[in-house]
């Protein structure tokens, strides 16, 4: 309880709020602690948002995306949204007590409407929101996702939107032979079908130099999450080498064998 205690008035301090008032925004139903926690970490072109989509809706479980919450809070003009709008339109980062807020929001909601589990997918993205979940949150296991770099490098290159039906797309073909004791990585691109083709964009921001970056800032930003989720036993590594077809077996029996309570209790 002490522990508690000085976590919470930890990341008060560091979120601008008092104890008590931090305290309040962590308070939830009993109920909701009980729902069980994944989360998906990984840096930008590693395909969180791919296979979390995918496994959340094999283990019949709510998928939850960071971004997704922040647009949809920003469209329904609450007026939480009308804040986060004033912050995301001046182009600074969402503080986060922001990204908190919304974070309780969705599970509380969920929790109402008696959601079994949940995937985070982009979230947390700093030691603040990594204390915080686990004070308010059962996380049950965090994947630390990870791609070699010239892999995320060319594969953020290739990204492809069809400008009608906005499905994602990529071009990138990928047979990196075994090296310096690195396993060999294979993975085919995801072609549009013809009434997609000519009409994919890319991304503005897809270029060498902002991807490089975007990866040097998730480094940096990721070191301080991942040791708070490994203190708390709950991180582990997995190496992406193939495609979806080879990845997406080998995530759902690391999530089965790493906590899914509510599956195995179905099976017994």
Same mark, same amino acid.
């Given at each position: 309880?002490l522990?508690?205690a000085?976590?919470?008035?930890r990341v008060?301090?560091e979120?601008g709020?008092s104890?008590?008032?931090l ?7 009993s ?11 990984g ?7 791919t296979y ?7 283990l019949?479980?709510a ?7 922040v647009?949809e ?5 609450t007026?939480l949204?009308?804040q986060v709008a004033?912050?995301?339109?001046q182009?600074?980062l ?9 974070l309780?929001?969705?599970l ?12 985070l997918?982009g979230?947390?993205r700093t030691?603040n929101?990594?204390e915080a979940? #686990?004070t308010?949150?059962d996380v049950q296991?965090?994947l630390n996702l990870?791609? =070699?770099? *010239? !892999?995320?490098? /060319?594969?953020?290159l290739?990204?492809?939107k069809?400008q009608?039906?906005?499905k994602?797309?990529?071009l990138a ?11 060999a990585i294979?993975?085919?691109?995801l072609?549009p ?6 009409? #994919? ?6 270029n060498?130099?902002?991807?490089k970056r =975007?990866? *040097? !800032?998730?480094? /940096?930003?990721?070191?301080p999450?991942e040791?708070?989720?490994?203190k708390?036993?709950?991180l582990s590594?997995?190496e992406i ?6 990845t997406?077996p ?8 790493g906590?899914?309570t509510?599956?195995?209790?179905q099976?017994a």
């Amino acid at each position: 309880m002490l522990q508690r205690a000085r976590l919470i008035a930890r990341v008060a301090q560091e979120a601008g709020l008092s104890p008590a008032q931090l305290s309040e925004k962590l308070e939830q139903p009993s109920m909701l602690r009980r729902v069980p926690a994944w989360v998906f970490l990984g840096p930008p072109g590693v395909g969180k948002g791919t296979y979390a989509s995918r496994v959340a809706d094999a283990l019949g479980i709510a998928h939850i995306s960071a971004g997704d919450l922040v647009r949809e809070e920003i469209k329904q003009q609450t007026d939480l949204g009308q804040q986060v709008a004033a912050v995301v339109n001046q182009g600074d980062l969402l503080p986060d007590q922001y990204v908190l807020q919304l974070l309780q929001k969705r599970l509380a909601d969920g929790a109402r409407v008696g959601e079994e589990g949940v995937l985070l997918d982009g979230f947390p993205r700093t030691r603040n929101q990594a204390e915080a979940l #686990l004070t308010f949150a059962d996380v049950q296991l965090a994947l630390n996702l990870s791609l =070699r770099e *010239e !892999v995320l490098i /060319a594969k953020c290159l290739a990204r492809r939107k069809c400008q009608d039906c906005g499905k994602n797309y990529n071009l990138a073909d990928i047979d990196l032979p075994a090296s310096d004791g690195r396993p060999a990585i294979k993975m085919p691109p995801l072609m549009p079908p013809a009434a997609c083709a000519a009409k #994919l964009e890319t991304r503005s921001d897809d270029n060498f130099g902002t991807v490089k970056r =975007r990866i *040097e !800032v998730y480094k /940096a930003e990721a070191s301080p999450v991942e040791d708070i989720l490994r203190k708390a036993g709950v991180l582990s590594d997995f190496e992406i080498t193939g495609g979806i077809p080879e990845t997406f077996p080998r995530l759902l029996e690391t999530l089965q064998t790493g906590g899914l309570t509510h599956d195995r209790e179905q099976a017994a």
